[in-house]
């Protein structure tokens, strides 16, 4: 089994003062603090970094090596897979740990995206998508498809889009280390304006994730060596789940990679969805989320607005979603993005989230996504040692 047992998280936003590797730095040195670790003790290092062209640093795997002298000559890896490059670095770890390979395992997730103008970094973005028959496509292209193709079958859902956008923005007056910590209200998140403008339709501004700097790091550990750490999480179940890249292969109300992935997960932790007591899920566009809560089997098909009618994935309600105000509010430096929801989880697990703590968390929920939901990343998070 394996256990995460500490975990580093920088501010994120817009940190012009701050490089690709004083990020990995700062996060990684806080992980191990926070675990009781030193350099010695780890075993290999992963990290997750997407890039596409972001920044010139594309070989940044050994920039962790800084954090401590004792990380000199110990094994590093770059993951990368698209917005979910983050858990695709835990899940390696976890599967060193797991093949005997490991027992102490340094995870750091990094981005560095604000330093160039919006249409660079969508353009970086873009390389994620299937390049013979969407290139060119924005990524708020992309989901506005979902979007258009979810409205014709099921009717408008912008006031629902809405509610997702106002619910994340004040959620995220909890988290100190978001990015944008202002709540919105509904009404202005619903209506076209000058502050918000439709990015692709039916998409607005306050649809779209935020462009954002910044890193998290974990400590994973084998059980043998829970004696030398003083907190641990379990990583219950764990699934990946890889679909078609052309969009135009897959249907895309179906949501089937997601869907599986998160399934999976419940099969192989032993529980459905009826256990969880919180999650954090890629809303990297509003849209994303309410698909979302159907494919973990919150609602039918067609039916995930009334969940925000309801109260259900509010602060407070009987499953809260990215209570730390998710990508939307919380940022997405897109290869930090994975080990910060598993960061945000295993707080919220332990009882450690601070005002954003919901009540007795105890199982959580971390959906992480790349592309157009190609590479799909669930974990179901247990508190086990605080």
């Known amino acids: 089994m394996t256990y ?28 191990l603090a926070d675990a009781g670790l030193s350099g010695a003790d780890v075993d290999g290092i992963w990290i997750g970094h997407f890039n596409g062209g972001l920044v010139a640093d594309g070989f940044p795997s050994s920039l962790a090596l800084q954090i401590d002298p004792d990380l000199r000559f110990k094994p590093a890896t770059r993951l990368e897979n698209a917005c979910a490059s983050g858990s695709a670095a835990v899940f390696a770890a976890r599967q060193a740990i797991l093949a005997g390979e490991a027992r102490v395992a340094l995870v750091i997730g990094v981005e560095k995206m604000t330093h160039l103008a919006n249409a660079e970094v969508a353009a970086a973005l873009g390389h994620a998508a299937y390049q013979k028959e969407e290139a ?11 979007a258009q193709a979810y409205f014709d079958r099921y009717g408008d859902q912008s006031r629902a889009l809405a509610r997702i956008a106002a619910k994340n923005h004040g959620n995220s007056v909890n988290n100190p280390l978001a990015q944008l910590q202002k709540p919105m209200d509904e009404e202005f998140c619903a209506s076209v304006s000058d502050r918000n403008p439709i990015i692709a339709a039916p998409l607005k501004k306050t649809d779209c994730s935020l462009v954002s700097d910044g890193a998290a790091a974990l400590v994973l550990v084998a059980e043998d060596r829970l004696g030398d750490v003083a907190k641990a999480v379990h990583l219950r179940g764990v699934a990946q789940v890889n679909d078609l890249l052309p969009m135009s292969r897959r249907d895309l109300l179906a949501f089937e990679g997601p869907r599986r992935a998160i399934h999976t997960a419940y099969d192989r932790a032993s529980i459905t969805v009826s256990d969880i007591d919180v999650a954090e899920v890629h809303d990297c566009f509003t849209i994303a989320e309410l698909m979302i809560y159907e494919a973990m089997g919150l609602a039918a098909h067609g039916h995930a607005a009334n969940l925000l009618k309801g109260g259900v994935v509010h602060a407070g309600g009987r499953l809260p979603v990215n209570l730390s105000g998710g990508l939307k509010a919380k940022g997405h430096p897109v290869g930090a993005s ?6 945000l989880v295993a707080r919220q697990v332990l009882g450690q989230a601070d005002a954003m703590q919901h009540p007795g968390a105890e199982l959580g929920l971390v959906f992480n996504m790349g592309g157009s939901g190609v590479a799909n990343y669930a974990s179901i998070l247990e508190g086990t040692k605080a």
């Not at 995460?4 to 040195?29: C, M, P, Y």
């Not at 060119?136 to 979902?146: E, I, K, R, T, Y």
């Not at 994975?338 to 960061?343: A, E, N």
Request: glycine letters at 18%; charged letters at 15%; zero cysteines.
């Open 136 to 146: 060119g496509l924005s990524f708020p292209g992309v989901f506005a498809q979902f």
């Open 4 to 31: 995460i047992a500490g975990w580093g998280h920088t501010k994120f936003g817009k940190l012009a003062d701050q490089g690709l590797e004083d990020l990995i730095v700062s996060a990684g040195r806080e992980a």
């Open 338 to 343: 994975g080990v910060s929801m598993h960061t």
